[in-house]
């Protein structure tokens, strides 16, 4: 019985599934909040690293995700964080990571300092999603260029997040967009999702990002 | 040696392409211009359709493809558009769409009076790209919101394309973007890229989207 029992778990738990466990055992080891960022192309996410960076300095690592160049890596690695880059293109394009590649990168990385590490996942509203990487944070990053109805569209993107960072709100002026609208429909389909308004060109909601950080180390 | 080279047609042409192939010459001989859209989520496919239902009416017809929600067909219909909408979430949550899903709404849809027939790919500029639906023209929608590296980042979209969309141009004035960069990084990955600046808001380009229409049936 004791058996059976065991040949199930090994299913349930697939190998990425059982590489994610262990990497975020791990980092809580060792004090590090482990967060992955989602979203789609071109949302935010690298400037939100870059503002980031200047609050929390050398104590934070970026693994970058993309399927070409090392663009992101190079901006991060500018605004003075440790940076690596993942490129999936040569590998076949994944249209994700998955906990392997963090696994890998981890094993190259210096953490003796590091008390925040963020995975930005390569920009993709869909598929990320369906990959744990073995953060102890999901959070979705959703531009408000993206349109209202965007956590409707693509469900699991926020069902499978902590958090959803709600981008480039100084864009709001001019738009035909309710902000209201859309944190109606995140919570239509995650309605415990943690929500931060941020525009990091003039600095909105900075604040409350970097509190959020510091509460949940 | 007839066998032979038979034997490896078929192993070079999957189900996929066999599908897209039979598709792209029946709606040739039908005389109807098949257009695939592809795109990140919210680059503003939708509204570009509705603007050329304006001009092309019930000469149109659009099947729109999303995860969950009917609320795109629902928005060109109410544009005076034949819509059909396939949701992949009920099977799997596909982050794209493949020739056999447009075979099968094709059978369902009445193209006796349509010219321009348009899929709305799923929102990923990542894995649509790499599934040939059957269209005669592949387009890329890329909003000046995205950034300026995103066909560097995301090559193969634009590798795959025949025309690129450069949307939401009204929003330039807001943003730290250069059109001419993002023009410069197309030809980069894709020399031969027809490119046309739209603003559905201001109307900006749509004359050249629907003369690009006209010539291209």
New interface residues.
């Given amino acids: 019985m004791d058996t059976k029992e065991i040949k199930v778990m090994k299913k349930i738990l697939n190998v990425n599934d059982r590489i994610a466990e262990e990497l975020r055992n791990e980092l809580k080891e060792k004090g590090i909040l482990f967060i992955n960022l989602m979203s789609?192309?071109?949302s935010g996410k690298t400037t939100i690293l870059e503002k980031t960076a200047e609050k929390f300095g050398n104590k934070i690592c970026v693994i970058e995700g993309?399927?070409?160049?090392t663009?992101d890596a190079e901006r991060v690695s500018r605004a003075g964080i440790q940076a690596y880059q993942i490129n999936t293109g040569p590998f076949g394009?994944d249209?994700h990571l998955e906990s392997g590649w963090i696994k890998s990168a981890i094993d190259e990385i210096d953490l003796s300092n590091i008390e925040i590490l963020f995975v930005e996942n390569?920009?993709?509203?869909?598929?990320p999603a369906?990959f744990d990487v073995g953060a102890h944070i999901n959070a979705v990053v959703l531009?408000v260029?993206?349109?209202e109805?965007?956590p409707?569209?693509?469900?699991?993107a926020f069902q499978n997040s902590h958090l959803c960072i709600i981008s480039?709100t100084?864009?709001l002026p001019?738009?035909?967009i309710n902000i209201e609208n859309i944190k109606e429909n995140i919570r239509k389909v995650n309605p415990k999702m943690k929500i931060i308004e941020i525009s990091a060109?003039s600095g909105e909601g900075l604040n409350d990002w970097k509190e959020y950080l510091h509460k949940s180390r």
Same sequence: chains 1, 2.
């Fill in positions: 789609s192309p071109g993309d399927i070409r160049t663009l394009g249209c390569i920009g993709n509203l869909v598929c369906e531009s260029t993206e349109g109805d965007k409707l569209k693509y469900p699991l480039k100084d864009l001019y738009l035909d060109k």
